[in-house]
Structure formats: structure tokens, C-alpha cells
């Protein structure tokens, strides 16, 4: 059974900092492409950062560069997402993506709220 689960989401401050992860479990992970996506109520979904199988070629999207990293531990089966200098604009929903070929995993999502 395929699984992706996030945690590390939560309500911090402007300026804060969260790390999230999604562990991954019922596929090859050192396979997928990892991504992490957002949605914040409203909007449409964005691609916020991902990295290729095996870990060298990462992107990340133009509001977030500089201030989000990407990584992956592929002993663990789990993909990070570091978020620093965090801004009111930040908050959304983000969840965990596996691609491969045709193939897409979901996780369920965790909220990111940044807020004073």
C-alpha cells in the first residue's frame, strides 16, 4: 500500500522557520521524483520545490528560491522541505508529490500557517 505522510506543518511566526517531511512507504522511492506542492484556499496548486531521483538536479519555484530547500534521504524513503524567512504568503496547505513515468503519489497535506 502506497503512503505518504507529512508532518513538521504548523503556526509560525513571519520570519520563522519550519522543516517539514513526507516518509514514503509501498513503492521505490529512490526511483520517484520527489516534489513538494502548495495550495492555499482559492488558489490553484503550485509546484514549490522538487528534486530528481537521486538527488541532483533540484528547482523551486520562483516565490520560494533562496529561502526553501530541497533534499532527500533515500536510506530513510524521505523527502524534506526546509522553509526559512517564512512570509504571510506562505500559508497553504503543502503536500508531498511522487512522479515516475505516468505514475503520481499524493500525501494528504500539511498546513503551513505563517502569522503574527
Known amino acids: 500500500q502506497v503512503q505518504l505522510v507529512e508532518s513538521g506543518g504548523g503556526l509560525v511566526q513571519p520570519g520563522g522557520s519550519l522543516r517539514l517531511s513526507c516518509a514514503a512507504s509501498g513503492f521505490t522511492f529512490s526511483q520517484y521524483a520527489m516534489n513538494w506542492y502548495r495550495q492555499a484556499p482559492g488558489k490553484e496548486r503550485e509546484l514549490v520545490a522538487g528534486?530528481?531521483?537521486?538527488?541532483?538536479?533540484?528547482r523551486y519555484a520562483n516565490s520560494v528560491k533562496g529561502r526553501f530547500t530541497i533534499s532527500r534521504d533515500d536510506a530513510k524513503n524521505t523527502v524534506y522541505l526546509q522553509t526559512n524567512s517564512l512570509k504571510p504568503e506562505d500559508t497553504a496547505v503543502y503536500l508531498c508529490?511522487?512522479?515516475?513515468?505516468?505514475?503520481?503519489?499524493w500525501g494528504q497535506g500539511t498546513q503551513v500557517t505563517v502569522s503574527s
Open positions: 508529490n511522487a512522479h515516475y513515468w505516468s505514475t503520481d503519489y
Open positions: 528534486i530528481s531521483s537521486g538527488g541532483s538536479i533540484k
